[in-house]
T-cell receptor
Framework: AQKITQTQPGMFVQEKEAVTLDCTYD???????LFWYKQPSSGEMIFLIY??????QNATEGRYSLNFQKARKSANLVISASQLGDSAMYFC?????????????FGKGITLSVRP | ETGVTQSPTHLIKTRGQQVTLRCSSQ?????VSWYQQALGQGPQFIFQ???????GRGNFPPRFSGLQFPNYSSELNVNALELDDSALYLC???????????FGSGTRLTVV
């Protein structure tokens, strides 16, 4: 079984500063993927970044980077130069890389508020 | 390319009724998954369809059922609605059985 843990309470960050959102995971699979999604109040899940378990480099997508520490089973999201539009819920998720039932398992999410 | 579209966006039903939610997958995507997201929680996997066959199911009772059509669009049916079925229902699609998912904006179901 796969499990995602997000324990941070609501996070606050000043506009233009960087913020780290924590995520730890547990799985017995050797090949898996880690995802971060953003969910604004509209409800849509917006894909931010992906990290494969065998990827040697940490993933980056624009202002988003994923700090992947496999031995510690952590996949923290770093948002640089925060913007007001970054205020939303953020979910960490994982899945098996391929195959049937490669569903997404989500954490409970973290609320991020960006202050002007 | 168009993304994932879901309908309706909002719905109010009475306990005991039946409901059908619809999802059009992103062009080129042949795998569709459905998730239930209760208020303040992360989404929970309901089931997944690949090429019109169910190939994965979460811990949901049989009154949650689905279909995938030849054009890869999908339906989620819920019978005998209960108050706890009130949630945001998200549809997600992808190409094949690997890689990332694209989500729709969801259907917010309220059972009264």
């Amino acid at each position: 079984a796969q499990k995602i843990t997000q324990t941070q309470p609501g996070m606050f960050v000043q506009e233009k500063e960087a913020v780290t959102l924590d995520c730890t995971y547990d799985t017995s699979d050797q090949s898996y993927g880690l995802f971060w999604y953003k969910q604004p109040s509209s409800g849509e899940m917006i894909f931010l970044i992906y990290q494969g378990s065998y990827d040697e480099q940490n993933a980056t997508e624009g202002r988003y980077s994923l700090n992947f520490q496999k031995a510690r089973k952590s996949a923290n999201l770093v948002i640089s130069a925060s913007q007001l539009g970054d205020s939303a819920m953020y979910f960490c998720a994982m899945s098996r890389r391929t195959g049937a039932n490669s569903k997404l398992t989500f954490g409970k999410g973290i609320t991020l508020s960006v202050r002007p | 390319e168009t993304g994932v579209t879901q309908s309706p966006t909002h719905l109010i039903k009475t306990r005991g009724q039946q409901v059908t939610l619809r999802c059009s997958s992103q062009s080129g995507h042949n795998t569709v998954s459905w998730y239930q997201q209760a208020l303040g929680q992360g989404p929970q996997f309901i089931f997944q369809y690949y090429r019109e066959e169910e190939n994965g199911r979460g811990n949901f009772p049989p009154r949650f059922s689905g279909l995938q059509f030849p054009n890869y669009s999908s339906e989620l049916n819920v019978n005998a609605l209960e108050l706890d079925d009130s949630a945001l229902y998200l549809c997600a699609s992808r190409q094949g059985q690997g890689g990332g998912y694209t989500f729709g904006s969801g259907t917010r179901l309220t059972v009264v």
